[in-house]
């Protein structure tokens, strides 16, 4: 009733929603860097959103389960192989007994997530199962993975159940072999006053280039200095997630997962949280445009995001197959099951969610959603 | 009491309460981050205080900026911020001077040119306030340090300062909670973990609350650290009545 650890990746780690509350004692909140790739990853294979995932970055790792599980990856563009035979990411993917499964990489993308059906036995530490390595706590023993590593799995009649029918919505990665840039939407910081009018225009008009100094503390920008008025120096407080700090250097940082609480350097914009997961997934070398955005519009972004994941959540509820044999009357609407939302940002909420009468049966509303979805 | 409040980014804002380092300041926003706290406003995760502003982090999902920035407002045009007046807690934190512990306490002794027992003394004869905790988790930014013993910081950082390093970086001193590089002069080290996840507080104390240091022999710090790994020590506090 185990996952074993064959070959580990170089940064493979446990992480989940991020360790909440505690940002006041100085603790960073760690967490998903790619959230949507982690709560779809999680959704195919049946768990919560917010359940904990096997975190890699660009390299995944090789693992071997001693029992049958439904596994899922979601993020970049990566593939599953089960014992040779080639699967591919964003849906569930059955794992028979006493297999080998390995990750491939593919064009685009950085950040892998790989959810397992019923979920990892790992501790919560302060309330998260997040592996914070700087305090070497939370995930497997508060570091990344090792070849040889075994993780108990919580729910061992996951492997029983059918999920390959569960489905997510597609995303398009920028891949470095595309022409184009990603532009990625950002508010106004709380100190762009201490940069100059060309600084700031530098810094919306310039193209800045991801450094290969990245890693889930932050994303290091090579490009055009952006000028200050005098000094990035301010009276240290507060960082968000996607907060963009400009250094002495004149060159930006955006801070990321596991970024300190708080911090020194002057803040030009934030990143809106609706393009977080996408900027995490650009990898070292590729190019990336800056764009304003009101804050109104990033809350209505941020609000839309969270009520279509949970009509597409509502929605793979009341298809599910399984259930469905039960339900004879057309448009009976199912309790949940259980997707429920621990996620601070995106909390997925239960109410609010009305049959948009899909078809007429349980069946047909799936294959109506199969046909929506061009699969 | 003035403050304003700016967003940051989409899922934050800031209540700014002023602009320098300042225990009168720092202590208007520690009232200020109790108070709001027992208000349970709906959609706010956590607060982060700083020197001298106060972070929120909520979820855009529950509530919008707008509403939440009328809110705070309103609720803290009720607070008295002198009605609100803390008592002063002070924690005694152990500390084994020089030696093995404290390499650079003969830098500091000649920087100040004193002696080690006159720089011991200014050390841990003050209660120092606490600012603020980030960059680490436990790391305190503190205030109150006496300029006489102020010595810069190492031209070369130490690639390793071990858990419980109590150093000093010009004006400041502080204390390191855990294993990490750092420029600062080391004068001495507590065998208190100041940082334990098993604790019900894994962080001892926070912002607006003292730091005392107390000298001891190393014979005693063997001692306390035993206790501490067997979770048997009494943490010492001095709670003003």
């Keep these: 009733m185990a996952m074993h650890v064959i070959f580990p990746g170089p940064r493979t780690m446990i992480q989940d929603k991020g360790r909440l509350g505690y940002q006041n004692s100085g603790f960073a909140p760690s967490g998903f860097m790619d959230r949507v790739a982690s709560h779809m990853a999680n959704v195919l294979v049946g768990n919560p959103d917010s359940e904990a995932v096997l975190e890699f970055c660009f390299v995944g790792p090789a693992l071997f389960f001693d029992e049958e599980v439904n596994v899922a990856v979601c993020g970049g563009d990566f593939g599953i192989e089960v014992e040779g035979k080639k699967y591919p990411a964003d849906k569930a993917v059955h794992i028979p007994a006493g297999s080998t499964v390995r990750i491939t990489t593919g064009k685009a993308g950085l950040y892998g997530s790989l959810a397992v059906g019923g979920g990892l036995d790992i501790p919560e530490v302060m309330g998260s199962r997040s592996t914070n390595l700087r305090c070497g706590i939370g995930g497997y023993k508060g570091r990344i993975l090792m070849a040889g590593d075994v993780i108990r799995l919580r729910d061992p009649s996951n492997g029983k159940q059918d999920l390959s029918w569960r489905w997510v919505p597609e995303r398009r990665l920028v891949s470095p072999e595309d022409p184009g840039i990603t532009r990625v939407r950002v508010i106004r910081g709380p100190q762009e006053d201490m940069f100059t009018e060309e600084g700031i225009r530098t810094f919306y008009e310039s193209d800045y280039v991801i450094s290969s100094h990245s890693d889930r503390m932050g994303f290091r920008l090579t490009g055009p200095p952006v000028e200050a008025v005098s000094g990035c120096d301010i009276l240290t407080d507060g960082i968000v997630n996607g907060a963009v700090q400009i250094t002495g250097t004149g060159e930006p940082i955006v801070m990321m997962a596991d970024r300190q609480t708080t911090g020194g350097y002057a803040k030009i914009a934030s990143i809106i949280n609706v393009d977080i997961p996408l900027f995490a997934q650009l990898r070292p070398g590729q190019m990336v445009r800056f764009e304003r955005c009101s804050m109104e519009e990033a809350q209505r972004l941020i609000r839309e995001a969270a009520r279509a994941w949970e009509q597409h959540c509502r929605m793979l509820d009341e298809s599910d197959p399984s259930k469905a044999r039960k339900v004879p009357a057309a448009g009976f609407v199912l309790k949940s099951g259980g997707m429920q939302s621990r996620d601070a940002a995106y909390p997925v909420r239960t109410g609010g969610w009305k049959n948009r009468g899909i078809g007429d049966g349980r069946k047909d509303s799936r294959s109506a959603l199969w046909r929506k979805n061009g699969r | ?241």
Aim: glycine share 8%.
């Design chain 2, 1 to 241: 009491m003035e403050f304003k409040i700016v967003p940051v980014g989409d899922s934050a804002l800031t209540i700014v309460f002023g602009s320098k380092i300042d225990p009168e300041i720092s202590r208007i926003v520690r009232v200020a981050r109790k108070f709001l706290a027992k208000k349970d406003i709906e959609g706010v995760n956590e607060y982060v205080q700083t020197y001298a502003t106060l972070m929120v982090h909520y979820r855009p999902v529950d509530i919008g900026y707008h509403e939440l920035a009328a809110k705070i407002e309103e609720e803290l045009s009720q607070m008295d911020p002198e009605g609100e007046r803390l008592k002063k807690k002070t924690i005694l934190i152990p500390v084994c001077y020089g030696g093995e512990f404290g390499p650079d306490l003969p830098t500091v002794c000649a920087h100040a040119g004193l002696s080690k027992e006159e720089v011991i003394r200014r050390h841990s004869s003050v209660d120092y306030l606490i600012y603020m905790l980030g960059f680490l988790p436990g790391f305190v930014y503190l205030g109150g340090m006496d300029h006489s013993i102020s010595t810069p910081r190492l031209k070369d950082p130490r690639e390793r300062l071990e858990k419980g390093s109590v150093g000093i970086a010009g004006d400041q001193t502080g204390v390191y909670p855990m294993i990490s590089p750092g420029g600062w002069q080391i004068i001495g080290r507590t065998p208190l973990n100041l940082y334990d996840h098993d604790r019900e507080d894994p962080i001892l104390y926070e912002a607006g609350e003292f730091i005392r240091f107390v000298p001891i022999t190393e014979n005693t710090f063997r001692e306390i650290q035993k206790q501490e790994d067997e979770h048997s020590y009494e943490y010492q506090w001095i709670r003003e009545e």
